[in-house]
């Protein structure tokens, strides 16, 4: 034991100048801990821990391996303070229950042009009907999806519009995506659709820079959606201001099935392209100019442009996480320039985590931080490491007869070694969140990639530059003609039986061990990192956790089953595809379909009519019931009831009763039938007393802030 703990000491000493990239490690651990806690935490508890943890810090001896866990657990406790008080800051009103037939009126925040409508969201929200919730209990925000022939719209209109509200939904089975937490930090208090076109009751401004780059996006979408038609307008759209929310939804599912999805969403490929073409560009306007040439630097002037250029992009796009950390990134390695430093290196993405965590701790757990960061530090970390083979093949390819043979050789396997580098760094983090998995995304990215940064974007950046002067349309219909084609590789990829799979959803300890792991082997520099190898190994054997086998979503109204075979279905009268899909989808299927039994099934007593689906598993004896006039039927001969009706009060002759108003209190419900018992979760038990959690003593305690507060 001696010996081992010298050795690893020895490790530690020799990777001093490594300590630094754990930094946001440690934030994002505390930030972590707190999303795994059952109930919310005192806000006391982390500055106390943090003050502590300095306290030792500056007593430990500088340079020791004791002041550099302090300042780690100080790190830790920091992260846990950030995301603890941004939960309890952003509280606002949520409804408590669905809303029909109001009239909505608000200012409108933000608009998202879906390919099929308009979704707006409104801010200083009035509620007019009747059962509407006092002033004090109004959402500051509501989501709406408009109506066929809305208004032309801007941000800053205030809009009236009859409408169906309701909370935001939680998970749609136990342990799955919580659109309630993604709702809180945003704080939306209420979705809905239209019931009748909107008015625009009082035209209006943006008010303070956030608001005028949300109308300045608005703008810039509604003038590239009119210059370009779907479906390649909604991919421009979504390259040049982050909205995606126009794209196709056949072009989408192909771009995620080919593997290239992330060239929807404003991330480091954007940034770095937007950079690289000012960048150029600057420099050879001034090379144009000799004698100014001669007398400034050209490449500091091209640097600080380019980093304008970057910021103005990323605000544009609505700053979303991959964004941010591509601009913080940008911003240390042009900064590095300015001051003739290393302009690449893992020390500008741990601040560029570090800004991230600071600014939006909350967007640790969301794939975009997971998948870009995940990304960027495995590709800087493979490029350290072939540091030495790529100076080999550097100075083979000078002393080479057919040297432009090599440069391309290498720019062909660069490209192809960066695709497949990210594409295993981010894989997992695929699964876990989409369960899905692009297997042949290297193909796509070889094609793709190259016609984005080469013909798509230098169009693009063209088209922004011409914007102003309404001609636009003069580089948006070339850059049109690239996403057609990249819209055609994603297709003819996407199509092939190869190309994406689906898996079913992985346990959170999996999570755990594959960031644990990749870390450990990335930010490393001597061969003890390789120790993280068998870490990630373990973390892709757990296989994913039992399924359950019976299913009702949080509203009561739809029951699933899972059959002897695996597979998910619909088991009652009422169909949710959202919900269903979800289902199916966390199981490596593709959708959920009605139940139907076999011949031999249905004499047995098996199957569904009018209401009422009989089903069994093991010794237990299962009625699904939809239809209130069976559930007398139901509940003399069942073990297991579940129904979308109420049933607590009248069913008692089976062990279990699970009926709507269960789901209302308790969320999603999930049970695992096994000969010997039952085990029972809901989806708030499994969050636990958070304060998105609805009904739960941590939300109430919470001080809400009133619209117009």
Known sequence: MAAARAWVLEQLDAERGRWMLWLPVAMGLGIAIYYELPSEPALWLSPAVAAACLVAAILSPGGSLPRAFAIGAAAAAIGFGLVAWRTASLAAPTLTRPLFSINVEGRVADIQRLPDNVRVVLEAVRLKGGNVPPPEATPLKVRVSLSKGAPPLTVGDRLLVLANLSPPAGPAAPGAFDFQRVAWYQQLGAVGYALAPATVVEKGRPDGFVRTLDALRADVTERILKAVPNP??????????????????????????????????ISGLHIVFVVGLVMGIVRYAIALVPPLALRVDAKKIAAVLALLAALFYTALAGAPVPAQRACAMAGFALLAILLDRTALSLRLVAWSAVIVLAIAPESLSGASFQMSFAAVIALIAAWETAAGLRRHLHERAELSRHRLVWRLGAALSASLLTTLIASIATGAFAAYHFNRLSLLGVVANLLGVPLTGFWIMPWGLLAMLL???????????????????????????????????LVPSLPGASLWLLTVGGLWLCLWRRRWRYAGLPVVAIGLLLGPPPAPDLLMSEDGRVLGLRDDRGVVHVASARTDRFV??????????????????????????????????????????IALVSDERRLGEACGSADIVLATVDAQSRCRGPRLVIDRRDAWKEGAQALWLGELGLRRETANGVRGDRPWVPNSPSRQALPVRAPGV
């Open 232 to 265: 390649e307008g909604g991919v421009v759209a979504a390259m040049l201001t982050g909205e995606q929310t126009a794209v196709d939804k056949d072009v989408a599912q192909a771009m995620r099935d080919s593997g290239l999805a992330h060239i929807l969403s």
């Open 580 to 621: 269903s899909d979800a289902w199916a989808r966390r199981q490596g299927q593709e959708g959920a379909k009605r139940w139907t039994v076999s011949a031999t099934e249905e004499a047995a007593g098996l199957g569904c009519s009018t209401g009422l689906c009989r089903w069994r598993k093991g010794p237990w004896r």
């Open 467 to 501: 914007m102003p002067f309404g001609l636009e349309q003069v580089a948006l219909v070339p850059m049109a003609w690239g996403v057609e084609g990249l819209n055609a590789i994603a297709r003819y990829v996407g199509a092939w039986p190869e190309a994406a799979t």
